[in-house]
């Protein structure tokens, strides 16, 4: 790869800088390849908002944050 690794035959990565790509070594040419993943679509409920994970490719569904704020009277 292009940062020095060595991957092994089969071996699959995730590249720091794009984590949609999919890299693997082919054990038949032994050449590095790699494919951008798909998300799916996401059906989030009304109670849900979609968040994207820094490091990750495809955002999931989650809770939706409340902000409330306390008063000391």
């Given at each position: ?13 995730r590249?720091a ?6 890299c693997r ?34 955002p ?10 306390f008063?000391?009277?």
């Amino acid at each position: 790869m292009d940062d020095g690794r060595v991957l092994s035959p089969g071996e699959e990565v995730r590249l720091a800088n794009f984590p949609c790509a999919i890299c693997r070594c082919d054990p038949n040419t032994r050449e590095v390849v790699c494919e951008t993943e798909t998300c799916p679509t996401l059906q989030c409920g009304e109670d849900e908002g979609q968040l994207l994970e820094p490091g990750q490719c495809c955002p999931e569904c989650v809770g939706k944050f409340i902000c409330t704020s306390f008063s000391n009277d």
